[in-house]
Structure formats: C-alpha cells, structure tokens
C-alpha cells in the first residue's frame, strides 16, 4: 500500500502549486492590463494636438478642430481623424475653457437622464439614437437636413437650437421631449457630443456609416 501509485490529478499538493501559479499569473496579468487601460483611456492635452500627438482620448481643446471619421484598412474599421482648426460658437477655446464646458455638457447629460433612452459610449438605452458620434452624423453636417431645419449655419449652433427646443424640430416618431436645457447647458452638451465623436471607440458603434449614408439615399432616420 505504501508504494502504491497516486495519479498527480488527485494530488492535492499538486492542485495547490497549481492555483497558486494561476492565481499568481492572473494577479500579474491583470496589473498590466490596468496600467495599459489607464494609459489608452487618460486625457490627452492641448499641447498633443498642437504636436499632433494621437491619443485614443483626446484633449478637451479638440472641440477646436475638425473632426472627421475615416476607413482604416490596417484596422478594418473607421477611425476619428483630427483635422484642422475650426470655430466652435464662433471663438477658439483655451485649454481651461475647453475642459470646463466638456464638464458643464457632462454634467448636464447626468442631470437631464440623458442615457435613460440614449447610448453613450456603450452605455445607456436603446429607445433614441447612439450618441456616441453624432456630431458626426451627416444629417448634421454640411447643411445637412437636421442642420437646415434650425435655419443654423454651423453644427454646434443647430444642435443647441434643437436641444433647448426640440419639440419645434419633429425628428422621428419618438420625439425628444423637452428637458428645459438653457442656452449655455445646451452649449456644453454640444462640445460634449463633438469631444466624443473624437474618441477612437475602435469602430463602435458598428455601421454607423451605414445608417447615415442610408439616412442621406433618403432612408428613415432616428433622432
């Protein structure tokens, strides 16, 4: 009985160096994965747009450039691009300006229950459009039919027009009610809709191009 042969799978000394390795390995693992995310998801600063710096997140001040929404065939998906300067509400935003009316839109998005029927960077409902890039929504861009219904000549101006009075801008079926939004809160949701579209989101949300590209063939279009 003594020299009797015990399988190593029923070895609970075995089992224990066993977990302790994985769970030591995982332990390791999921530090580097943490430093990585902090790293892809940190804010980046007026001074990389300035040097052209890319960051997955960009500075605030990008509400100062253009931002366009490009194929890459090296990643298979659409990309946002970083273009050059352009008015936002007519003025170039300072650093500090900048980051304090993308904190005035986030804020409001919180307080108006914004993600109680939109999506936001993956979060929220699915009773209203995906946020995510609607700046980039061509039905906004370029004269675009939503932009033409306010009588606005810029994106930003015709997007604070529809959000303080959207019940005068019937859209879609579902109607966005009207949440009371002020002037300058409707302001700080547009730099908010415009610093999110910058966001490399690695393509999501999927086909967005499709269904404004549909919307623009004269397709059915929600907002």
Request: net charge neutral; hydrophobic share 40%; charged share 20%.
């Amino acid at each position: 009985m003594a020299n009797e042969n015990v399988s190593v799978w029923t070895s609970i000394p075995f089992w224990r160096r066993s977990a302790a390795w994985v769970t030591g390995f995982a332990t390791i693992l999921l530090i580097w994965l943490t430093f990585d995310t902090l790293g892809q998801i940190t804010m980046g600063t007026d001074a990389d747009l300035k040097n052209g710096v890319t960051k997955r997140v960009p500075g605030a001040t990008v509400i100062n450039y253009k931002i366009g929404y490009e194929m890459s065939k090296e990643r298979g998906h659409e990309v946002p691009t970083i273009g050059e300067k352009q008015p936002f509400f007519g003025k170039e935003w300072s650093e500090k300006e900048a980051a304090d009316l993308l904190h005035l839109g986030k804020l409001t998005s919180q307080a108006k229950n914004c993600m109680n029927c939109h999506t936001l960077l993956g979060n929220g409902a699915y009773f209203a459009p995906d946020l995510t890039k609607a700046w980039l929504d061509k039905a906004w861009q370029d004269g675009g039919p939503l932009q033409g219904m306010t009588g606005k000549a810029t994106v930003e101006e015709a997007m604070a027009e529809f959000l303080q009075h959207p019940s005068q801008y019937p859209t879609h079926a579902r109607m966005m009610p009207d949440l009371g939004i002020t002037a300058d809160e409707a302001k700080g949701l547009v730099a908010f809709l415009k610093h999110m579209s910058s966001i490399d989101t690695n393509g999501f949300p999927r086909n967005f191009s499709k269904s404004v590209e549909t919307f623009k063939a004269g397709g059915t279009h929600a907002h």
